[in-house]
């Protein structure tokens, strides 16, 4: 049977796959694979908060421009955009440096303010237990989106614009000839293309060897819902506390989403579904300390993305075109941090790589080379919504490393 022909395929059907093939298609024969069903695994069960100021605050241009787009994308189709105040709490000693760090971000064009915790609690009665912290940053222009709604609909607008879309179609190799990539081999045949771009999670790295060595490994991340058993205020803040790696936001229903605790996975491809018992002892422990409203919260449920999200050594995405990887190859993964709130940025930046052309922001923070190593074993480090943390407790944090 002859070989199927594209401009581009898309290996992956998460958040960062189905932007760039939406970004993609208006110029572009597009076809994405994806081995199961969109948003199967981390992507469609992310926490979905789009805090990019706090998360990317290294990267101020980057954190902008993915953060313009959710209120315009908003209305599109069954995706919605829910503007809501984050509130990052800031440990006691650092409110000098938090003051400072609000300065930084107002000069990057995000809305964020110091506040003291008096204040903080005059302005969110009944919500924090501040004792150990001097206030947190507030930042005003974020908000939280249902994460697999965003990503269907990132692959309908796709597929709007001229993109095939086919799931239950895995990727089993990238075809490289003469130095270039020039298509794919997956479980329904040989697609020829004159562009790659692997997007797939922890699994871009196996599938790019022995053509390319991403320092790239699975982990998971647990979340949980739980129900306050009291109505939470519309003003509600999502939040998070460096101090313990959690994080936190409402949901319409009244309920909370609380995230964090992640583990590297020692088994590549073993599923999960359920959080641990360690997990949930510690949100009862911890959560009642900083939030008032769960002090009598049931827990409704755990969950985790199934086979493991995709850490790098420095936490950060890698978006490249490698010099030393194939011609014609384009990759976008480990997004430790952020990858819903990134995936506009990031869906541009691969359009350019793909195209050649001039990106509208600078990829260097995420290119292959700033890696010394290209080993995937690495030790994990966790990086919260907001760094908000001293290199101390970056250090710190590094030294922790359990394991599922």
Request: net charge negative; proline share 6%; glycine share 8%.
């Amino acid at each position: 049977m002859a070989a199927e022909r594209r401009d581009v395929v898309v290996v992956g059907g998460g958040v960062i796959g189905c932007g760039a093939a939406r970004w993609l298609a208006p110029d572009n024969d597009v076809l994405l694979l994806e081995g199961d069903q969109l948003a199967g695994d981390a992507s469609g069960k992310a926490s979905g908060m789009v805090t990019n100021g706090a998360s990317f605050r290294a990267h101020p241009e980057f954190a902008r421009a993915a953060a313009n787009f959710f209120p315009e994308f908003d209305g599109t189709g069954s995706f919605s955009f829910t503007e809501r105040e984050s509130v990052g709490l800031v440990a006691e000693g650092d409110g000098d440096w938090a003051r400072a760090e609000a300065e930084r971000m107002r000069a990057a064009d995000f809305d964020v303010e110091f506040v003291d915790a008096p204040t903080l609690e005059d302005r969110y009665p009944d919500a924090f237990d501040l004792d150990g912290y001097d206030g947190a940053l507030v930042y005003h222009d974020t908000g939280w989106v249902d994460p697999y709604t965003y990503t269907v609909t990132l692959a309908d607008a796709a597929r709007d614009r001229g993109a095939d879309v086919r799931t239950g179609d895995r990727v089993a190799e990238l075809l490289v000839e003469d130095g270039a990539v020039v298509g794919v081999e997956s479980s329904e045949g040989t697609v020829r293309a004159d562009a790659v771009v692997v997007a797939a999670g922890w699994r871009s790295r196996e599938l790019c060897l022995p053509h390319l060595e991403l320092p790239v490994r699975p982990f998971r991340w647990q979340a949980a819902t739980l129900d306050p058993e009291r109505e939470l205020p519309d003003w509600y803040p999502m939040g998070w506390d460096p101090t313990i790696d959690r994080y936190w936001r409402p949901e319409h229903n009244g309920s909370i989403h609380v995230g964090g605790d992640e583990v590297v996975v020692r088994d590549p491809g073993s599923r999960r579904s359920t959080v641990s018992t360690d997990f949930k002892l510690r949100l009862a422990t911890e959560m009642p300390d900083r939030l008032r409203h769960l002090e009598d919260a049931t827990f409704v449920r755990g969950d985790t993305c199934t086979t493991g999200d995709a850490a790098t050594p420095d936490t950060y995405p890698i978006v490249d075109a490698p010099d030393d990887g194939p011609d014609n190859l384009v990759v976008a993964t480990g997004f430790q941090i952020g990858g819903v709130m990134s995936s506009p940025a990031v869906a541009e930046a691969v359009r350019s790589l793909v195209t050649r052309a001039e990106p509208d922001v600078s990829l260097d923070p995420f290119r292959l080379d700033r890696f010394d190593t290209r080993s995937a074993d690495f030790p994990f480090v966790r990086h919260m919504a907001e760094t908000e943390i001293t290199e101390s407790r970056i250090d710190a944090r590094a030294s922790r490393n359990e394991a599922d």
